[in-house]
């Protein structure tokens, strides 16, 4: 009778699975780059309009689509055609790209004189189809005592902030509050960057004392995807100890920026980005233009004409289930029947300890594949 029970469950619990495996089974896998074309550089992911090659990316007039993967390193580097910047993570879902920056740097001798200094650390994003992201980046400057900051293209201040040391200095982690480390918010739609770091040097240390009584060897300017302060600034002396180069993340918003906003852009079908019937266009928050989204229930690429998608979370999951279920239940079956030959002895406790493992088992065949799967 248990057995029977089990097989009515088991019959129950497969039904609707093989229903819906079936219908999985007519999809192809979802489309991130064009047919054809190259869809990693690496192990990041390259999806349209980005793309590598004549007719992998969208081209209407703007840079910024087009990348090359270089593959003869020994990990692919991943850059944006004519703009050499070193993409690290690109995203449909959040229209962002994560970049590669080098900080700038400038370093002095203990008489306060210039000894070293990074190469040429400008972006010029103007005309292209990235912006610096306002939301997500902060203008960081580091080390004592300096001023560091950036202009635009026109060569006009944009953003900056002062470090200054003090003798015991050093802060808690992530707290980059203007001793020893300063940041500063930026303004949106920022399409250029050149930083500048303006030292304080010993010959005018009698104007103000705060200034120059402690000084780093080495002074950094930087714009940094500000998650970077919370988790990777420490805020102790070895930051501070730094004389050499480095690089960190910095997050740009890419949108089609050809047109300046939806309405604009629906009336012209052939140069209209979201291809995806599926799709919704937005316009871009940061900066002229827009971006596509899969509609509500639906998640993909939206820039393909088949990018979007059903959303069905449950496929894998009962395909696991039904996977693991037969097994489960065998080892089960076999459990409780050696325990029922033993159980039959003690034949006073017998009836209640059938009943306990009756429904132990239940629980058992129910939550087990369940279990298995976490
Ligand atoms: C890609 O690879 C690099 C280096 O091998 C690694 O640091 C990075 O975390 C990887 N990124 C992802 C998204 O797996
Ligand atoms: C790829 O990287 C290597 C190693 O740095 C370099 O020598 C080569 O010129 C690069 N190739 C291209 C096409 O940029
Ligand atoms: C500068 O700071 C360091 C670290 O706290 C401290 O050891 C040193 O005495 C300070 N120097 C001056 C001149 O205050
Ligand atoms: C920083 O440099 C000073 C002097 O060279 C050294 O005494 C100290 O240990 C260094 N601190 C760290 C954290 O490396
Ligand atoms: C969209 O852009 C067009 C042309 O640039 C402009 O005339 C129109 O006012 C814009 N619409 C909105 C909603 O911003
Ligand atoms: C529509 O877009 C295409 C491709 O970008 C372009 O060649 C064409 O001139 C545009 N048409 C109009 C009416 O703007
Ligand atoms: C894009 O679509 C997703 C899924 O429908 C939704 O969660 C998200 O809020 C949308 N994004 C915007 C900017 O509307």
């Not at 003869?72 to 993409?87: A, E, K, W």
């Not at 918010?185 to 104007?207: G, M, N, Q, S």
């Not at 103000?208 to 940094?224: E, G, Q």
């Amino acid at each position: 009778m248990v057995t029977t029970l089990i097989m009515q469950l088991v019959l129950l619990l497969l039904l609707p699975v093989t229903r819906v495996s079936a219908q999985e089974q007519q999809h192809p896998p979802p489309q991130v780059a064009r047919p054809g074309c190259r869809d990693k550089c690496g192990n990041i992911t390259i999806p349209y309009p980005f793309g590598i090659g004549a007719g992998c990316f969208r081209d209407d007039g703007r840079g910024g689509f087009q990348l090359e993967c270089n593959d003869t390193r020994s990990t692919p580097r991943l850059t944006v055609t004519g703009y050499g910047i070193r993409i690290t993570g690109l995203s449909v879902a959040s229209s962002e790209a994560r970049a590669h920056l080098r900080a700038t740097r400038r370093c002095y001798d203990n008489k306060g004189r210039l000894v070293s200094q990074s190469g040429a650390t400008f972006v010029p994003l103007v005309g292209s189809h990235y912006l610096f992201s306002q939301a997500r980046n902060r203008l960081v400057t580091l080390g004592c005592s300096s001023l560091g900051y950036f202009i635009d293209a026109l060569g006009y201040y944009v953003s900056g902030c002062m470090a200054v040391c003090r003798p015991q200095q050093f802060t808690t982690p992530g707290s980059c509050t203007g001793v020893a480390c300063c940041q500063s918010a930026i303004p949106p739609a920022v399409d250029y960057y050149e930083p500048f770091l303006l030292d304080f040097t010993k010959e005018h240390r009698d104007r103000d004392i705060a200034f120059y009584s402690n000084k780093t060897t080495c002074r950094y300017v930087f714009l940094v995807e500000t998650k970077w302060l919370s988790t990777r600034y420490t805020g102790d002396s070895e930051y501070l100890n730094w004389t050499k180069d480095f690089a960190v993340p910095v997050i740009l918003d890419w949108a089609i920026r050809n047109v300046g906003n939806c309405s604009a852009a629906r009336r012209n079908t052939t140069d209209y980005a979201c291809q995806s019937m599926l799709s919704d266009c937005i316009d871009s928050e940061d900066g002229t233009g827009y971006r596509c989204n899969c509609s509500k229930g639906y998640e993909g690429n939206p820039y393909l004409q088949d990018g979007c998608r059903g959303i069905h979370p449950c496929p894998v999951l009962l395909f696991c289930f039904l996977l693991l279920l037969p097994l489960h239940l065998m080892n089960c079956f076999a459990k409780w029947k050696t325990s029922t030959s033993v159980n039959t002895k003690k034949s006073n406790h017998a009836t209640a300890s059938a009943q306990i493992l009756w429904e132990a088992t239940l629980a058992n065949v129910l939550l087990g594949p369940v279990e298995m799967l976490r």
